[in-house]
C-alpha cells in the first residue's frame, strides 16, 4: 500500500506503460508517421559525463556512510572533531541553500567601473595587510593614502552595501584599536608625535561610511560601544577642537592669532543639531534642553554672540574679509594693498597649501562655517507656530530668548551680502572647490532662521528682502548658465540654495503679491529672472519643480496685466497647471471687476494656450 502511494510499484508501472504502448500503436497517424518521418535514433551518452555523475555520487555516499559510522561509533571524544563531522555532514544536503546565500552576496558591476574597482581591490588589501603590522610613519602614510583612495573612489558611494558586505568598516575599526592599544601602552616623550591623526583618518572613514546608507549606519551601531569607549580621545589634543583661546600649536605654524580657535566647532553643533532636528521636525524637549545649556554657556556661542559680542553681520563680514585676504596671499603674496582684513597683522603671511597640505586650514573660511552651523542649529530650535499662537510659555519665552541673540537687522544685511561669482564663459577659470568668502549654504542657514524665528508678517517685508537679497541672488544664478555650470560647485551650491530654501518661502507668502501694484516693477523683474532660471540646464528635477511652483503660486496672486509680457514665451514644466492658474485668477478678476484689460488678456490667453498645446 505504502508503496502504491510513494509511487514505487513497479508491476503497475509496467502494466501501465504496456497500455499505453498499445493506445499508441493503435494509431493510424503514428502509423502513418512512423513510415514517412524517420525517427533519428537518441543521441549516444557520454561515457566521460556519466562516469562523472555516478563518481560524485558514489564519494558523496562514501562520505555520509563513513560519517554514519564515526557518528555511531564510541572511538571518538574530540568534541571539536564531532562539531567538524556533523557540519561536513549538513553540508552534502544544503548545497542548494549554500549557493542561494552566495548568490545573495553576489556583486554584478558595469564594465565602464572596471578600473575603480581595480583600484578599489588594491587598497583594500593594503589597508587588511596593516592590520597585524606596528605601525610606524611607512605605514601611517599607506594606511592615510589607502582610506582617502577608499573615500574618493565612486565604488565608495555608489555601492554602499558592498562596503558593508567586506567589512571594510569593521576592518578600519581593528587598526583603530590596534593604534589606540599600542598608545596606551607605550610611554609618551616629549616632542614625540602621538598617534591620533591616524584616529583621525580612520574616524573620517567610518563618518563617510555612515553617511551612505541607512543599513551602513545600521551596523555602525553594533560597534557603538567601541566608538563611546574612545569618543574623548581626541577631545585632548588642542588642534582638533574649538576653543575660546588661541590655539598655540597653529600659531606656532604661522597662523594668525585672531582670539580665538573656529576650527572644528561645527562638529559639537551637528551632534546638537541632529538631536534637536529629527525626519525634518522640531523634537521641543531637546530645543528647550539646548537652548538653556547655551544660555548658561554663552562662549559656547562664539566671540559675536556672547555677551557685549559685536554682532553676527560684524563676524560675518570680518570672516569674509579674512577669507578673501587668505586667498589674495595665495595668489599674489608681494601685493600686500588689496588686503581688507586687520587680523593678519602689519607684516601679513599665511601657511602655503603645498606645506600644510591636508592639515591646510581657512581661518576665515572655519569662522564663517562656525557662525553658520550655529546659526542653523539655533533655527531649529525654534518653537513650532502653533505653539506660539497657543500662547505657551515655554515656547515665547525660547523665541524671546533666541530674537535677543540675533537682530533682524543683522539677518537682513548677511542676505543683503553678494556671493562671489566665477565667469564660467572662460575656459581658464577653475572652479572645483569652494570660493573664498561667503557661500550659499551659510545664507541658507541665516535664511532658515529669519523664517523660523521671525517670520514674514508683511508684504512690506518680503519684498524689502526680495528686492535686497533674492532677487540679486536669483540674478546670480541666471549670470552662470553656461555648459560648465554643471561643473561648477558654486553654481551648484546656489541652485540648491535658491530652489531649497528662496524659492519655497517665497512660494509660501506668495499671497502678499495680491495686492502690489506698487511693486510692479520688482515682481516684473522677478518674473523674468525666474522664469529664465528655469532655463538652467544646471537644475535637477526637483530644482525644477520648485521654479514651476513658485511661478504658479505667483500666477494665482498677480493681476492679468503684469502677466502679458510673460504669457508670450511660456515654456515651464508645469505648463497645463501654469495655464489653469492664470485662467482662474484672470476670471476671478473678470467677474470681480469687468476690466477691457482682462477682457483682452483672455483673448490673448486661450490663444496661447492653444499654440502650447499644438506643441
Not at 405 to 412: H, Q
Not at 594 to 615: A, C, M
Request: hydrophobic residues 40%; negative net charge.
Amino acid at each position: 500500500m505504502l508503496v502504491q502511494k510513494i509511487g514505487n510499484d513497479e508491476e503497475n508501472g509496467e502494466e501501465e506503460r504496456q497500455n499505453l504502448i498499445e493506445t499508441e500503436e493503435g494509431s493510424w497517424v503514428d502509423s502513418l508517421a512512423r513510415l514517412v518521418v524517420a525517427v533519428p535514433p537518441p543521441p549516444p551518452s557520454s561515457d566521460i559525463e556519466m562516469s562523472t555523475k555516478k563518481g560524485t555520487r558514489n564519494f558523496r555516499d562514501m562520505i555520509i556512510n563513513m560519517l554514519r559510522q564515526w557518528a555511531l561509533g564510541s572511538f571518538i571524544e574530540s568534541n571539536e572533531l564531532i562539531r567538524k563531522m556533523f557540519h561536513l555532514l549538513l553540508r552534502q544536503y544544503s548545497g542548494v541553500r549554500e549557493l542561494q546565500d552566495a548568490m545573495a552576496q553576489t556583486y554584478v558591476l558595469h564594465q565602464r567601473n572596471n578600473e575603480d574597482v581595480q583600484d578599489f581591490i588594491v587598497y583594500l588589501i593594503q589597508i587588511r595587510e596593516l592590520l597585524t603590522v606596528q605601525f610606524e610613519h611607512t605605514e601611517e602614510a599607506i594606511l592615510k593614502r589607502g582610506l582617502w583612495k577608499l573615500m574618493n573612489n565612486r565604488i565608495f558611494f555608489q555601492h554602499p552595501d558592498l562596503m558593508r558586505l567586506l567589512s571594510v568598516h569593521e576592518n578600519v575599526m581593528s587598526i583603530m584599536m590596534n593604534i589606540l592599544t599600542a598608545q596606551q601602552g607605550a610611554v609618551e616623550h616629549e616632542g614625540e608625535e602621538d598617534s591620533s591623526e591616524m584616529v583621525v583618518a580612520c574616524s573620517r572613514f567610518l563618518c563617510y561610511f555612515c553617511r551612505t546608507s541607512r543599513q551602513n549606519q545600521k551596523a555602525m551601531f553594533e560597534h557603538l560601544s567601541f566608538l563611546l569607549d574612545n569618543a574623548t580621545m581626541l577631545l585632548a589634543r588642542p588642534s582638533l577642537r574649538c576653543g575660546l583661546q588661541p590655539n598655540s600649536e597653529m600659531i606656532a605654524k604661522g597662523y594668525p592669532d585672531i582670539g580665538w580657535d573656529p576650527v572644528e566647532g561645527e562638529r559639537y553643533i551637528d551632534f546638537l543639531r541632529f538631536c534637536v532636528w529629527i525626519n525634518g521636525e522640531n523634537v521641543e524637549e531637546n530645543a528647550n534642553l539646548v537652548i538653556r545649556l547655551l544660555i548658561r554657556r554663552p562662549e559656547c556661542l562664539g566671540i559675536a554672540l556672547k555677551g557685549e559680542g559685536q554682532g553676527l553681520f560684524a563676524a560675518f563680514k570680518e570672516a569674509i574679509a579674512l577669507s578673501e585676504d587668505i586667498r589674495v596671499l595665495e595668489e599674489d603674496g608681494d601685493n600686500t594693498e588689496m588686503l581688507k582684513s586687520g587680523l593678519l597683522g602689519e607684516s601679513p603671511s599665511y601657511p602655503s597649501k603645498e606645506g600644510e597640505g591636508e592639515d591646510y586650514l581657512d581661518l576665515g573660511a572655519a569662522t564663517l562655517d562656525f557662525y553658520s552651523s550655529l546659526v542653523d542649529l539655533l533655527a531649529k530650535c525654534a518653537p513650532d507656530p502653533l505653539a506660539i499662537q497657543a500662547g505657551k510659555g515655554d515656547s515665547l519665552r525660547a523665541r524671546a530668548i533666541l530674537r535677543s541673540l540675533i537682530s533682524l537687522d543683522d539677518l537682513g544685511q548677511i542676505l543683503s551680502l553678494r556671493f562671489t561669482i566665477p565667469n564660467l564663459t572662460v575656459a581658464a577659470s577653475d572652479d572645483n572647490g569652494p570660493l573664498p568668502g561667503l557661500l550659499p549654504n551659510h545664507k541658507g542657514s541665516v535664511l532658515l532662521f529669519l523664517d523660523r524665528v521671525y517670520g514674514i508678517d508683511s508684504g512690506d517685508m518680503l519684498f524689502h528682502f526680495l528686492e535686497q537679497s533674492f532677487l540679486p541672488d536669483l540674478r546670480a544664478a541666471t549670470m552662470m548658465d553656461s555648459p560648465r555650470a554643471l561643473e561648477s560647485d558654486t553654481a551648484l551650491a546656489l541652485n540648491r540654495y535658491l530652489c531649497n530654501a528662496v524659492l519655497p518661502l517665497l512660494t509660501n507668502h506668495s499671497h502678499f503679491f495680491a495686492d502690489a501694484e506698487h511693486h510692479a516693477a520688482l515682481l516684473d523683474a522677478t518674473l523674468h529672472t525666474v522664469y529664465r532660471m528655469n532655463r538652467l540646464k544646471s537644475l535637477t528635477k526637483n530644482q525644477r519643480e520648485a521654479v514651476s511652483d513658485f511661478l504658479v503660486a505667483i500666477t494665482r496672486e498677480l493681476p492679468p496685466g503684469m502677466m502679458i509680457k510673460l504669457l508670450r514665451k511660456v515654456r515651464t514644466v508645469s505648463t497645463s497647471a501654469f495655464i489653469y492658474s492664470f485662467n482662474r485668477n484672470a476670471l476671478r478678476l473678470k467677474q470681480i471687476a469687468g476690466q477691457t484689460s482682462t477682457k483682452k488678456l483672455k483673448i490673448k490667453k486661450f490663444q496661447r494656450k492653444i499654440r502650447v498645446l499644438e506643441k
